[in-house]
């Protein structure tokens, strides 16, 4: 195999010199870091691991994962592990899904200047700007499904200039949409009212008493869905 | 970028793409199974385990880094420790901010319990969040919980504790049901039906999902809930040992400052342990698909308090692991590219299985491909996988599913310039799961008075081996469960007894007894990724 080829980055602008395979992430603790905060699942889903970085010689600001971005040379890295951000506390059930709710719970939402800077920001590449003016409007099925893959890594909201916190006005958007807009799903409801009055109880007390044997012989022949 | 030998393979993938299309492929027979996984899988092979010398559960194997922990060293030995003061006083007490630590301090709130809940990292960097294929239950017309039951006992080798499996099965619908009352957008059908599929091992298509982020999905909700709750969370700061009152029932814990290494005293009524599983121990050194704190930590707790452990010695090796590229090197490729219809194929382009045996055969199949029969596609980094063939998913179910259906496989691999729509992706098995953990009853107590237990630390619902979509559903099930069941005992209880961690000094005397004092320290919290 070829000798392993070796990049220059900058971590909190200390320079370092790493494999380029590596991620952010692994670059990190190759020069010698210990995570604590800043990694969480290390796969691209929890959004623990928000960074910036600036590639020398150009101009734009750039942000990602660091689990998900492999490092490259000149790279300008700084993990921004934590960020005071906003949460509004509501009772799920005492919410209802209209414009009202976004206007109390949120209302820095309206003070949108449409920039942009949030969707740029995005590492998981979400329309995030769309999905604020969505939840301004009221359409909280749009907005759900707009801002659905989002992990909450919450690089939008360092950049955006009017204080929104995205990712929680997506969340509120999601459990709305959830609870009060997709449609019931009625063989749920029917399966949970039969168990609630214990009519599978008998077939399971009595596959609780079969011996092992008959359970595998019903195991083995179970004829099995197309 | 690929290798030469991989783009050569992947023409011989391409050029049986047509005939496999609708392929019938054969199930393997009970004997051919187990023949399979006594020779192939990583549980069966004696290397990777030792014999525990003390403690509840002497005399039985369990993985030789889950020995080396469970026989450690603990962190408050030789510590002066205040228990007079606590820093913390509370009914419930909650170690572990995944979905079973969520779920129980939601229920436990709700019963009108002070609730607090300490986790290691921030609530939600758990495993939970990185569930990708679902949640089974059995809500369908042509499907039962007796049917779900059947399938579970199958799946775990006929070893899944009864009065455990029932609350499970029984308990699957209504927990969905909660799920969508709290927010959760279950993949539904205009008409309000449930989108559901197969999984590894079950008979019926009962595999709920939230597109690809199905965990991630159920965690966020469940982490709003806990705030919108007012229910405090203690981030960064990890339960290092549980106290004990002057009977010995549980009655709080030690915690540690993950960043000052400061320690409290936390007193509680009851004490819930959600701290999920053991991924980041690398089991005979498998990589994993798990969170960053994956590391037993409740198993050494519990088990220095004396509860005793079931099927500490089964761990999942979840089939489909990318093998290639590096900087993904382990994560999980979810179940559900299998259950939309992607084959595994080997080098030669041979679709040389069924690929939704249950798990275990599953990863022991594509092990014995690689390591026996040497038709595994070599990696630049020594070693090997075999195909997951994944543009067949569009032929069969139209152009634009992947981006719709698995979302979060096709950005992962994009990010390394690789389109899984286009090309087959390399994949070989990664530790998974914890399928065995602390032995509790249907009421979530484990053998220790006021300790109670749920999620992946728990052992036995699931037997010897757990079914995709049946782990994110134990979570939910036994996490409401043990926040019910905890909240209920916490009201019996007036005044906590006098603290003590006697049975610390104890087990210590134990190991020294057996020669094993001096062990590293442990819980081991995180692991050291650390270059030396
Ligand atoms: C990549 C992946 C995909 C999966 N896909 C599926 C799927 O499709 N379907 C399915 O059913 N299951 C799936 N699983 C399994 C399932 O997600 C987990 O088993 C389950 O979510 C575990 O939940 P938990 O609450 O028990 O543990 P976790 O969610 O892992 O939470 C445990 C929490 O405890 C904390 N903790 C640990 N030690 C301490 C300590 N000492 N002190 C304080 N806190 C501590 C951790 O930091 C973490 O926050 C998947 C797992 C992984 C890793
Ligand atoms: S560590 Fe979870 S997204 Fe990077």
Redesign the interface.
């Known amino acids: 195999m070829s000798e392993e080829k070796m990049v220059n980055i900058f971590i909190m602008g200390k320079k370092y010199e790493v494999p380029a395979s590596l991620t952010i992430m692994t670059a990190m603790e190759y020069a010698g870091y210990k995570y604590v905060r800043g990694c969480g699942c290390r796969n691209g889903f929890c959004g623990a691991c928000a960074t910036v970085y600036r590639i020398k010689g150009e101009f734009e600001l750039k942000t990602g994962l660091a689990c998900q971005t492999q490092v490259q040379e000149g790279m300008y890295i700084s993990q921004i592990p934590s960020f005071p951000t906003k949460k509004a506390e509501y009772d799920i059930n005492e919410v209802s899904p209209d414009q009202q709710v976004m206007m109390s719970l949120y209302p820095e939402i309206y003070s949108c200047i449409g920039c942009n800077a949030c969707t740029n920001a995005c590492p998981q590449k979400l329309p995030v700007m769309q999905y604020i003016a969505y939840a301004q409007r009221g359409d909280f099925k749009a907005c759900a499904n707009a801002s659905f893959d989002c992990v909450a890594c919450g690089l939008c909201s360092v950049r955006c200039p009017a204080g929104i916190t995205h990712p929680q006005v997506g969340e509120l958007a999601r459990r709305l949409n959830g609870k009060y807009i997709a449609p019931e799903s009625k063989h749920l409801t029917k399966r949970v009212d039969e168990i609630v009055k214990g009519e599978h109880e008998e077939m399971i007390e009595k596959l609780m008493q079969t011996p092992i044997e008959e359970l595998k012989n019903l195991y083995n022949t179970r004829d099995i869905e197309k | 970028m690929l290798t030469n030998e991989m783009l050569e393979s992947i023409k011989k993938v391409e050029a049986t793409r047509d005939e496999r299309m609708h392929a019938e492929l054969r199930k393997m027979t ?1 004997e051919e199974k187990e023949a399979i996984l006594n020779a192939f899988h990583p549980d069966y092979k004696d290397e990777g385990f030792e014999v525990l010398q003390v403690g509840p559960n002497k005399g039985e194997k369990v993985p030789t880094e889950l020995c080396h922990l469970l026989q450690g060293t603990s962190r408050v030995l030789g510590k002066d420790i205040d228990l007079e003061n606590p820093d913390y006083d509370t009914d419930v007490l909650i170690i572990g901010g995944g979905g079973a630590g969520s779920s129980a301090a939601i229920e436990a709130d709700e019963a009108g319990c002070k609730v607090m809940l300490v986790t290691k ?2 609530i ?3 495993n939970t ?2 569930a990708e294929g679902g949640i089974q ?6 499907d ?4 779900h ?3 579970a ?2 799946g775990g080798h ?1 070893c899944n504790k ?2 455990l499996l ?1 609350k499970l ?3 699957a ?2 927990a ?2 909660w799920l ?7 993949d ?1 059908e ?5 989108v559901t599929t ?1 999984g590894g091992g079950t ?3 009962r595999m709920h999902a939230c ?1 690809d ?1 199905s ?3 159920i965690m ?2 469940l982490r ?2 806990v ?2 709750r ?1 229910i405090p969370v203690i981030d ?1 700061t990890a339960a290092i040992e549980l106290i004990k009152d002057d009977k010995g029932a549980v009655a709080g814990a030690v915690l540690q400052n ?2 000052t290494g400061e320690l409290y005293v936390a007193r509680a009524k009851t004490v819930i342990i959600a701290t999920g599983g053991a991924g980041r121990l690398h089991y005979q050194g498998f990589p994993t ?1 798990n ?3 994956a590391t037993a930590d409740g198993l050494v707790l519990a088990y220095r308090a004396g509860a005793p452990l079931l099927y500490a010695d089964t761990i999942q090796y979840h089939p489909t692991g990318v093998a290639y590229p ?3 090197f382990g ?2 490729v979810t179940e559900k590219v299998r259950s939309l219809g992607a084959l595994l194929v080997n080098i030669d382009g041979v679709a040389f299985m069924n690929p939704l045996e249950t798990r275990d055969v599953t990863a022991s199949t594509i092990i014995r491909e690689c390591k026996e029969r040497g038709k595994g596609v070599p990696t ?1 980094d020594g070693g090997y996988g075999v195909w997951l063939d994944t543009p067949m998913i569009e032929r069969l179910h139209g152009e634009g599913t992947i981006e719709k259906r698995i ?2 496989m096709l ?2 691999y994009l ?2 310039g690789i389109d899984m729509r286009k090309q087959p992706i390399l994949v070989y098995p990664t530790l998974h799961y914890q399928n065995g953990g602390i032995k509790i009853e249907a009421n979530g107590m484990s053998d220790v008075e006021n300790l109670f237990v749920a999620g992946e630390a728990v052992g036995g619902i699931h037997g010897r081996n757990r079914l995709m979509g049946n782990s994110l559903l134990d979570v939910i099930v036994f996490g409401r469960n043990a926040g019910k069941n905890a909240a209920a005992k916490a009201k019996t209880i007036d005044t906590v007894g006098k603290l003590t961690l006697s049975h610390v000094d104890s087990f210590e005397k134990e190991l020294e007894g057996a020669g094993l004092a001096g062990g590293e320290l442990s819980p081991k919290l ?1 692991p ?4 030396k």
């Not at chain 2, 239950?137 to 042509?142: H, P, S, T």
């Not at chain 2, 050291?528 to 270059?531: A, E, I, N, Q």
């Open positions: 009970a990292l921030r939600g960097d758990a969040m990185m239950a059995a809500d369908k017309e042509n039962s919980p007796a049917q039951y059947i399938d006992m199958g006929f009864p009065e029932r099965v029984c308990d619908p209504i969905i049901k969508n009352e709290l927010g959760v957008m279950f539904k205009e008409d309000g039906t449930m197969h008979s019926r298509k597109k982020y965990g991630a999905e966020r909700t709003d809930e705030w919108n007012k960064y993950m960043e698909s969170h960053y704190g590096s900087q993904i994560a999980l630049p979302p979060a950005r992962m990010e390394y995180l050291d990724y650390t270059r």
